[in-house]
């Protein structure tokens, strides 16, 4: 029996009932062609066949699952046994006690794991990644699929250019906005291709008391943000290993968002969605996509739509760094060739077509996959769904293990200077000397 895949992150979307309950066609889907074909927007079933190079005994792999929704671990799981008879998915939940890292202290062997981002440097210190170069190369598992740029960021990961990771979905951000709120104050919609100044203009005027009702113009998650890092900006110097967030360009970032919260009446909130979603005061926010959740937005009088995530002006073609989860296969794995074609057929057009309709944004450039984006979603229809394309890649920056520390530290620095704890030199130079701090505290262990 073969033990162990991951899955993390934040990056999980929530799904609404109406969202899970997924049409059995599309469990039926799971059993079209390789990775290779075309996509099959339809997802007819052509029938479970066996690829070659996949076993035909029986292989059982256990499906370490640590922030996923349970309808997409159930989803997974279905689309590979359609896929693959003879291979078995046991999933296993990250909760108190059974952890990745309980899950290796009790001697798992892991052979597929999926995680996110966050957890790159975690993962490559726990040595739960390898070289998939020569596993690419068996099974013409063809890289040029994937969206421009993600080629090059999987690159980055690794000091030598080797591809260790192979990420399956983007989590590309777009402006979501209460059309009914803009109407209310008489003020222009947002429209793709703007800048952050000029959502900073909008978000003054829609900033309004109206009725006895306080409402806001603009919140975003900061660390969201951070992770996708505009203006591609090192976090640690790679040669130093020593925080670079104490500079000019960090603090014309810090200073660009936090200017936000110091909008009178715009002060930040616990949690923004709430009021975007359910008290409807919102009228602008972005962050991790909630696409799955407006339906039931829509359903109690929500008026929305979306708009490209702004850019700075200056930097208009200047793509944001890519913050997507991915899949791994450990060295230790004993069935590397199967875990392996399970990823080949999760990211075929075909799995990413079924995901695309669930909401989730796919990672390969067929446009016809593309077309197939949140088609099962209620409401979707004429809305800007393309703006969540626009947010294209940049040239990644230079990445440490230690990049996790230094995002959170940034984003508490943002905080402080939009809440007026502290001014931005402060704030940045605390947090450089922080992280500095703790990478040692790292080192020393």
Known sequence: ????????????????????????????????????????????AKGADTAPGMTTEPVTLT???????????????????????????????????????????????????????????????????????????????????????????????????????????????????????????GVSYPKDGMTWEQVY?????????????????FQLEGINLVYRNQMGLAFVDPKTQRADVNTEPWKKWVEAMAQFYKIPGNEPTNNFKINFLNNQTLAMSTGPNFLTEIPDAAAKGLDWDVASLPRFAGMESKGAQMNAPYYAIPPASKNKDASFLVIQ????DEVQAIMARQGRLPIVKNEEVRKEYAKDLKGME????????????????????????????????????????????????QAEEAINKQIEAEKAK
Request: glycine share 10%; charged share 20%; hydrophobic share 40%.
């Open 201 to 217: 203009e909008l978000a003054q005027k829609v900033t309004r008391t109206d009725g006895g009702v306080q409402y806001k113009g």
């Open 63 to 185: 499906f370490f699952t640590e922030g996923n929704s349970a309808i997409l671990a159930e989803t997974i799981e279905r689309l590979v046994k359609e896929k693959y008879p003879n291979v078995t998915l046991k999933t296993i939940k990250s909760a108190k006690g059974s952890t990745i890292e309980d899950v290796m202290g009790a001697g798992t062997t892991i052979d597929l794991l999926s995680y996110s981002l966050g957890g790159l440097g975690k993962v490559k210190d726990y040595k739960l990644v390898s070289d998939l170069s020569p596993l690419i190369g068996k099974y013409g598992f063809d890289l040029n699929r994937y969206t421009n740029g993600v080629v090059d960021t999987l690159k980055s990961y690794s000091d030598d250019g080797s591809i260790t990771v192979l990420p399956f979905e983007l989590n590309n951000n777009v402006i979501f906005y209460n059309k009914g709120i803009f109407d209310k104050f």
């Open 382 to 429: 004429g809305k800007n769904l393309a703006a969540f394309f626009k947010d294209s890649l940049g040239e990644p920056v230079p990445t440490t293990k230690y990049d996790s520390i230094a995002k959170t530290a940034v984003n508490s620095a943002f905080n402080q200077v939009g809440t007026n704890v502290l001014d931005v030199n402060t704030a940045l130079r």
């Open 1 to 44: 029996m073969v033990k162990g895949i991951l899955t993390t992150g934040g990056w999980a979307m929530k799904w609404t009932k109406k969202a899970l309950l997924l049409p059995l066609l599309l469990v039926a889907a799971a059993g079209c062609g390789k990775a290779d074909k075309p996509a099959n927007p339809s997802g007819e």
């Open 345 to 348: 057929y999760l990211l075929s």
